[in-house]
């Protein structure tokens, strides 16, 4: 069975910064693509960043410039570096795993990063 355990989120003012992480363990087939969505209240779940097990990224336009998607394949786990955060990056951040042809995808529980005014 496949988890995925994300940590890093908080409280940070405007401007601050905060990394994310998210560990999977079980079995996951080794061509995979790890990212990270967000939903804000009311809103629906938006992807974030996402990269492929061979580094190739993908940003939403509101993360260009500010957020860092890496991995580290021998241990599973994918971060998010988000910098120069605004009020509007507050969100629950999911971590998610899935097949390059979205065939299979699992998700984190969820971790919630506020960004005060």
């Known amino acids: 069975q496949v988890q995925l355990v994300e940590s890093g989120g908080g409280l940070v003012q405007a401007g601050g910064s905060l990394r994310l992480s998210c560990a999977a363990s079980?079995?996951?087939?080794?061509?995979?693509?790890m990212g990270w969505y967000r939903q804000a209240p009311g809103k629906q779940r938006e992807l974030v960043a996402e990269?492929?097990?061979?580094?190739?990224?993908n940003y939403a336009d509101s993360a260009k410039g500010r957020f860092t998607i890496s991995r580290d394949n021998a241990k599973k786990t994918v971060y998010l570096q988000m910098n120069s955060l605004k009020p509007e990056d507050t969100a629950v951040y999911y971590c998610?795993?899935?097949?390059?042809?979205?065939?299979?995808?699992?998700w984190g529980q969820g971790t919630q990063v506020t960004v005060s005014s």
């Open positions: 998610n795993v899935r097949g390059l042809y979205y065939d299979w995808d699992y």
């Open positions: 079980g079995r996951i087939f080794s061509i995979n693509v």
């Open positions: 990269i492929t097990s061979g580094g190739s990224t």
